[in-house]
């Protein structure tokens, strides 16, 4: 028998709006060091969002959504149109009040998962997935921020099939991104984005400081 599921809140910081999942347990929990996550948070933060940390800290919780708050104060944006790295493709819910990112989507989470930060939030799940591991830390110098030093797989990209067949190789990640067996339970995250009116892109340069 797995353990019973518990809803928790993700709130923006102002309040203004929120979501319920019907699971708030993360899943998994990464720091990225990739130019994109980088530009996102920087952009929000110069809206008036949360200053980001140098690496950030993500956590991929279920993607099922059972109650939403604040619709209204809730927009879709993503970075580019066209990105070949496909990173550029994530699509990214902030609330316009206060710029907090209330989740991330990405093709390759296929509707089961969404990331988050919980910096840039109000979290109230169990985020207590231990680091699995330093993800696309290709972009990432000492010019940026301090050097990893938990002792955790690093891995500078996922272009080559032996990254790739690496990172696959550990089970939580497998488990993680693998298709759900059980139902949905309310709405995905990438349905609320349609539900909010879809995704505005910014076309904002690959790598370019905010």
């Known amino acids: ?4 599921k518990v ?9 203004k709006c929120g979501i ?9 929990q990464f720091n990225c060091g990739c130019q994109d996550c980088r530009q996102a948070l920087n952009w929000g933060y110069a809206k008036g969002g949360i200053k980001p940390d140098p690496l950030a800290e993500v956590y991929y919780m279920p993607s099922d959504i059972i109650d939403v708050r604040g619709k209204e104060h809730m927009q ?9 790295s496909l990173l550029g493709m994530s699509r990214r819910i ?11 989507d990405h093709p390759a989470y296929e509707g089961n998962v969404f990331l988050n930060f919980p910096k840039h939030c109000e979290n109230k799940g169990d985020l207590s997935a231990p680091l699995t591991a330093y993800v696309m830390m290709i972009d990432y110098t000492e010019e940026i921020g301090p ?28 488990e993680t991104f693998s298709p759900r067996e ?5 709405i995905a995250f990438t349905t609320l ?5 879809g995704t505005e892109i910014l076309d904002l340069e690959e790598g370019a400081a905010i």
């Open 7 to 15: 809803p928790a809140e993700i709130n923006c910081k102002c309040g």
């Open 1 to 4: 028998m797995g353990a019973s």
């Open 193 to 197: 984005i349609d539900e909010i009116g």
């Open 147 to 174: 050097m990893p030093t938990e002792d955790a797989p690093l891995f500078t990209t996922l272009r080559f099939q032996q990254e790739e067949d690496r990172i696959f190789g550990i089970p939580v990640v497998a």
């Open 182 to 186: 059980d139902p949905l339970e309310g």
């Open 20 to 28: 319920t999942l019907a699971d708030g347990k993360a899943k998994l």
């Open 76 to 84: 879709s944006f993503q970075l580019r149109k066209d990105d070949p």
């Open 94 to 104: 902030y609330c316009t009040e206060c710029y907090s990112i209330i989740g991330v």
